[in-house]
């Protein structure tokens, strides 16, 4: 049976009753729950949707470009705070903690990168871009060990916590700690959409704004293209944009992101979850939907005060189901992005793929540890010479999965510069100073083991055992 508004005062009075939650996070839970209960979502008419303009959604070499003038950086600089969504572990990679603690690069974490990139700014500019972490109950205890070994650097790191609401168990419309789920299983982050209520009840926000801070430039902190970008920040001041959203081509491996579009004279954000079945192919295809979000915004502060003071920040809400030690639990979740219609003079920017550089997986990983890029001042730049402007494709079979695993099969990362494709399935090693060019599948068949001697160049082959190579 579904739940209704009339499951509300039972789960408000079970609520009251969970100690470890702060007075806002039972406002707001109990707020998202019954916004989810009255199905109070936007209908979205498929007939209204129009593709945004170039005034709506701004091409990045269409931005001013800024200065030279050291001190008018400066000034752009001291009206900036840079937040990365900390709340992700690293367990799809294998690893124990905080995602942004795996190494991505000569030994730098995600965070190590972040920092170096800041202290660079605040450096070069003499200025103090504060970074501010916004972790989950998953991340707090490791994340605040791990900053400690930044005492000494140039940059102010902050970092806060994002909302805990209780999973509700999903047959009896009750919170599951409240069924005596104590542990962090009972437990969930509600999203990144919390962001702006958490900065707010953390006082950061009001922080920031009395020393004189305008934007807060937000992402995922294993987006390594998300770096702070000038020309953006310039023109968001000069045009009073109060939110920003980068968006960026969309290619045949984003089919599933959130695009901008028009809407009854509004940018907002459509995900593919608010799209009706019959239109899902549409909404995939790459002709009329270009673009898709990269989930780095730029967010005016004060009107984030404003909004959540008003409590107008009603995002799409996301019911995530899942089970749970057996369990079916619910949790209902928003997300950052979807905010962009609730702020005026909101913008999308589409800047260049090279902005969106997320590390999702041990693929992922392969290509930026890879000659495909170097490392200079904390930011990872392409390699100038591959010709080709979109990566090779690469698939792992589940035996890389793992950090550690992906890490022992590789005695050194091959050169895939003129890589277009790799497959690798089974139990498969690479000996040090592999080449691999074109499209290379390597296939172990069950029970066999395939090595790829050292100093191996292999192009456009595919390798079923050692009697190919």
């Known amino acids: 049976m579904a739940a209704t508004t009339e499951n509300?005062?039972?789960?408000?009075?079970?609520?009251?009753?969970?100690?470890?939650?702060?007075?806002?996070?039972?406002?707001?839970?109990?707020?998202l729950v019954s916004r989810y209960l009255s199905g109070e979502a936007q209908h979205i008419e498929w007939s209204k949707i129009q593709t945004p303009t170039d005034e709506i959604v701004v091409p990045y070499e269409k931005m001013a470009p800024v200065s030279e003038d050291v001190s008018e950086t400066k000034n752009l600089l001291d009206k900036l705070v840079v937040l990365k969504l900390n709340g992700g572990l690293g367990t799809t990679m294998g690893c124990t903690g905080p995602k942004s603690v795996i190494e991505v690069r000569d030994g730098l974490t995600f965070l190590d990168l972040i920092v170096i990139q800041i202290e660079n700014l605040n450096n070069k500019y003499g200025c103090k871009v504060p970074l501010v972490l916004?972790?989950?109950?998953?991340?707090?205890?490791?994340?605040?060990?791990?900053?400690?070994?930044?005492?000494?650097?140039?940059?102010?790191?902050?970092?806060?916590?994002?909302?805990?609401?209780?999973?509700?168990?999903?047959?009896?419309?009750?919170?599951?700690?409240?069924?005596?789920?104590?542990?962090?299983?009972?437990?969930?982050?509600?999203?990144?959409?919390?962001?702006?209520?958490?900065?707010?009840?953390?006082?950061?926000?009001?922080?920031?704004?009395?020393?004189?801070?305008?934007?807060?430039?937000?992402?995922?902190?294993?987006?390594?293209?998300?770096?702070?970008?000038?020309?953006?920040?310039?023109?968001?001041?000069?045009?009073?944009?109060?939110?920003?959203?980068?968006?960026?081509?969309?290619?045949?491996?984003?089919?599933?992101?959130?695009?901008?579009?028009?809407?009854?004279g509004k940018v907002q954000l459509l995900e593919i979850a608010q799209v009706p079945d019959e239109h899902v192919n549409e909404f995939k295809?790459?002709?009329?939907?270009?673009?898709?979000?990269?989930?780095?915004?730029?967010?005016?502060?004060?009107?984030?005060?404003?909004?959540?003071?008003?409590?107008?920040?009603?995002?799409?809400?996301?019911?995530?189901?899942?089970?749970?030690?057996?369990?079916?639990?619910?949790?209902?979740?928003?997300?950052?992005?979807?905010?962009?219609?609730?702020f005026d003079n909101a913008i999308g920017v589409n800047v260049p793929r090279s902005r969106f550089l997320p590390v999702k997986a041990t693929s992922d990983l392969?290509?930026?540890?890879?000659?495909?890029?170097?490392?200079?001042?904390?930011?990872?730049?392409?390699n100038s010479a591959r010709t080709n402007p979109s990566n090779p494709s690469v698939e792992l079979g589940p035996e890389f999965k793992k950090v550690a695993n992906f890490l022992s099969r590789f005695k050194s990362i091959p050169s895939i510069v003129e890589l277009d494709s790799l497959k690798v399935s089974g139990d498969v090693y690479f000996g040090s100073s592999v080449v691999l060019k074109g499209k290379v599948t390597v296939t172990a068949k069950s029970g066999t083991k395939v090595e790829i001697p050292n100093g191996a160049v292999i192009e456009n082959k595919d390798i079923n055992g050692p009697e190919d190579l």
């Open 8 to 31: 509300l005062p039972q789960l408000k009075s079970a609520v009251d009753g969970l100690t470890e939650m702060s007075e806002n996070e039972r406002s707001g839970f109990i707020n």
């Open 366 to 382: 392969l290509l930026v540890q890879s000659d495909l890029y170097t490392l200079v001042d904390g930011f990872v730049t392409r």
């Open 285 to 342: 295809s790459i002709e009329k939907f270009k673009i898709f979000n990269t989930n780095n915004l730029w967010v005016n502060l004060k009107a984030i005060k404003k909004l959540v003071e008003a409590d107008a920040l009603k995002m799409e809400i996301i019911p995530n189901p899942k089970e749970v030690d057996g369990v079916k639990v619910l949790q209902l979740e928003t997300a950052a992005g979807a905010a962009i219609r609730f």
């Open 134 to 264: 916004m972790n989950s109950f998953n991340t707090h205890d490791d994340t605040q060990k791990i900053v400690e070994k930044y005492t000494n650097s140039n940059v102010d790191i902050h970092t806060f916590n994002q909302s805990k609401y209780p999973r509700v168990v999903a047959d009896e419309f009750v919170p599951w700690p409240s069924k005596g789920k104590t542990d962090k299983d009972g437990w969930y982050p509600p999203g990144h959409g919390d962001v702006f209520p958490s900065l707010m009840n953390s006082g950061k926000l009001d922080a920031f704004l009395s020393q004189g801070k305008e934007y807060v430039f937000v992402a995922n902190s294993d987006n390594l293209g998300a770096i702070v970008d000038l020309k953006i920040l310039k023109h968001l001041i000069q045009n009073k944009n109060e939110y920003c959203m980068e968006v960026t081509p969309k290619t045949l491996a984003d089919v599933k992101g959130g695009t901008l579009i028009s809407y009854e």
